[in-house]
């Protein structure tokens, strides 16, 4: 499976960007997809988590301004991103799993987004 980020650049604070995944291979193995992020200097953190049942999950930190989707159809992952301060600057990766707990299987190799105050 191969996932491949795009959508991430730079916005004034307050704006908004959508994040697209597109997964290609055996992608009807993956359970749970997500997006996680890392700031210069810091650790990878999770942002969002949606199963394939449709449940969705998200950081304290973005709850509210955030919103992770999926569409099967399409092999495609999306976060759609609200409200965005500088403090969302990062590098956003999507993330396939597949099964319900552990380590994520696959990983894709990122989009830079930044958010200028």
């Known amino acids: 499976v191969q996932l491949v980020e795009s959508g991430g650049g730079l916005v004034q604070a307050g704006g908004s960007l959508r994040l697209s995944c597109a997964a290609a291979g055996s992608t009807n193995s993956i359970n749970r997809m997500a997006w996680f992020r890392q700031a210069p200097g810091k650790e990878r953190d999770w942002v969002a988590t949606?199963?394939?049942?449709?449940?969705?999950l998200y950081a304290a930190s973005v709850k509210g301004r955030f919103t992770i989707a999926r569409d099967s159809a399409k092999n495609a992952l999306y976060l759609q991103m609200n409200s965005l301060n500088p403090e969302d600057t990062a590098m956003y990766s999507c993330?396939?799993?597949?099964?319900?707990?552990?380590?994520?299987?696959?990983w894709g190799q990122g989009t830079q987004v930044t958010v200028a105050s």
């Open positions: 949606i199963t394939s049942g449709g449940t969705t």
């Open positions: 993330a396939g799993r597949l099964r319900d707990y552990g380590a994520f299987d696959y």
